[in-house]
């Protein structure tokens, strides 16, 4: 008798295969989902061509060993199991490839202490290059008191990077239909300089309750309240909120790409096929190893077709990226030292713009209300020169586009000129775009990464990862940071009791334990009102790196009895110790 085929190990495998390859449907309009959606298009190619292979190969296995159709069946069905027991293991829910999930008996760590050393920083994404945190948020229907609500993240656009931003809600056009409340949902960043926009929770409850009364529509009556029987606009307020609430409880996702996903996944397989042998395998005849060999070439086909996509990702995340803007701020000064120098700043005085920049110096504090334009220049015994009092305002570019090539041509050699470069980009995509221009050249660096805390709290921007996340962060922008100091250069990292456990193991790998220099204590300021029931947390670190070890650009001379205690960033006053 032959035995019933049955597909079902065979679609749970292609099923996991597209939802774990592709991840969760993400909606909106950004580079990363239009990404995610050639990676879609990129499956359904493959897939025909997977499924072919196949069959041809399981056609050729039966043939070769002259076995039954009921035993190719059983076959079939063993190779789907084992293929989706090994890859789902390395798929998240966003289709990033790495440790996700590690059975107990699966020695990863053999690989990790191959090189001597006794203790090494580990984390399950360390292979890996971040590419942002977000929430996931889908479409979604919520029914609440017999409310129907629909939330449409079509035009939401996903973030770039970390920054915080804050949930704007408001009804469509056409608010109620199909016995429906329509809303849009987009996001509005949180600025330091505008105050934050809210929802006007007022008015669309008000709109919802005139819809409510006007179509007579019935609300389910409220269990912890039931002798209550008329609604009124603050029940449905209170309803509106509810529903706000239950659509923002999705999931967080961290972002990754493999930076070599081939060689990742092959090294697991043979781990996983290795222990699978050994440890699960009683009989070798020629029909078991051959089946086990398709086990195998499937298996790496599929891994072949998965990296060939990661290897693109890598390539476009490291490509280094265009200069959408630049603007160039120099000081009056400069201009004036240069031939026709000051013919160029009356054209400036008499711009269009030149309110706009007066504005920015106002905002700024370097000029008051008795700024007179007409004082800049003096042009006492008909020579005009530069007044001392005004000479180091700066003037922005941005202002000024249509002279901007006249005010960079006084300068033989700009780039020299500089004092220094400010880039407002997503800092791993700054360091890679200005890695060749600045490789090895640069003396110090400073950086205070965001503090990978319990909670977000009031910040403007992400400061909760999970570990491994902000563990691999911050270990792609200091393998950057590297190649741009030069042999006598430096580095300072800052960090509190949440992460130092992280960055110096980090450091440690990335400049070499010979070339640690020191932790200097900083002494953080007043500790908020709401930790005063714990024990104090009255300080951070600088972690100091050199890039060599016999190479220091500043040894620091410290008086002994001179040494304070000073605050970091408190504002006012600044008290010592």
């Not at 099923?15 to 359904?44: C, D, P, R, T, W």
């Not at 760590?109 to 977000?134: A, H």
């Not at 309240?225 to 659509?247: C, G, M, Q």
């Amino acid at each position: 008798m032959i035995k019933e085929v049955k597909n079902e190990k065979e679609k749970k495998f292609y099923e996991a295969l597209k939802n774990l390859f592709i991840g969760e449907k993400i909606e909106g309009q950004s580079g990363f989902v239009n990404l995610m959606k050639i990676k879609s298009n990129y499956l359904e190619d493959i897939l025909n061509k997977l499924k072919q292979d196949i069959d041809l190969s399981l056609k050729k296995l039966q043939e070769d060993t002259k076995i039954s159709l009921n035993e190719s069946l059983d076959f079939r069905e063993e190779l789907f199991d084992k293929l989706y027991t090994f890859f789902s293991r390395y798929f998240s829910e966003n289709g990033s490839l790495y440790f996700r999930f590690i059975p107990h008996y699966q020695d990863v760590y053999e690989k990790v202490y191959t090189n001597d050393k006794d203790v090494i920083l580990f984390w399950k994404t360390y292979m890996l290059y971040y590419v942002k945190t977000d929430k996931l948020f889908k479409t979604m229907d919520i029914q609440i008191n017999g409310l129907r609500f629909s939330f449409d993240v079509s035009n939401l656009q996903h973030k770039q990077a970390n920054e915080k931003k804050h949930l704007i809600y408001e009804l469509h056009d056409e608010p109620f239909k199909n016995q429906t409340f329509y809303f849009k949902v987009s996001y509005l960043e949180k600025s330091h300089s505008e105050k934050l926009k809210k929802t006007d929770l007022e008015s669309i409850s008000k709109t919802i309750f005139e819809i409510v009364k006007k179509h007579n529509i019935k609300i389910t009556q409220n269990p912890e309240n039931p002798e209550k029987h008329k609604i009124t606009e603050e029940d449905i307020l209170e309803i509106v909120e509810k529903a706000f609430k239950i659509f923002e409880k999705q999931s967080e996702i961290d972002y990754f790409i493999n930076k070599n996903a081939k060689l990742f996944l092959t090294e697991q397989f043979d781990l996983w096929l290795y222990q699978y042998i050994f440890k699960g395998e009683t009989q070798w005849t020629d029909k078991r190893i051959k089946q086990l060999q398709i086990i195998k070439d499937i298996a790496y086909k599929i891994i072949d077709f998965i990296s060939q996509f990661e290897d693109e990702l890598v390539k476009i995340w490291n490509k280094p990226k265009f200069v959408l803007n630049s603007n160039y701020v120099i000081t009056l000064d400069r201009l004036a030292n240069k031939n026709n120098g000051l013919h160029i700043i009356q054209k400036i005085l008499d711009h269009k713009n030149f309110e706009e920049q007066v504005k920015e110096w106002k905002n700024l504090g370097m000029i008051n209300d008795t700024f007179e334009k007409s004082k800049i220049l003096d042009n006492k015994l008909l020579i005009k020169k530069l007044n001392k009092e005004y000479q180091f305002l700066p003037i922005d570019t941005k202002y000024f586009k249509d002279l901007e090539i006249e005010i960079l041509s006084l300068f033989d050699d700009l780039d020299n000129e500089l004092d220094v470069w400010l880039i407002k980009s997503e800092n791993y995509q700054a360091l890679n775009t200005i890695l060749q221009k600045f490789k090895e050249k640069i003396q110090t660096i400073y950086i205070d990464p965001p503090f990978n805390k319990d909670q977000d709290a009031d910040y403007f921007y992400s400061v909760k990862y999970k570990d491994s996340t902000w563990a691999t962060m911050l270990e792609n922008r200091l393998r950057i940071a590297k190649e741009l100091l030069n042999e006598k250069g430096s580095i300072f990292v800052r960090c509190d009791y949440n992460g130092n456990w992280i960055v110096r193991p980090l450091m440690d790998e990335i400049f070499g334990k010979e070339n640690f220099r020191n932790e200097i204590v900083l002494r953080r300021g007043e500790v908020p009102k709401g930790e005063i029931i714990k024990l104090l947390t009255g300080t951070d670190y600088l972690l100091y790196f050199s890039k060599a070890d016999k190479n220091l650009f500043y040894t620091p001379k410290i008086k002994r009895s001179e040494q304070k205690w000073l605050p970091m960033h408190l504002p006012g006053e600044r008290t010592t110790y």
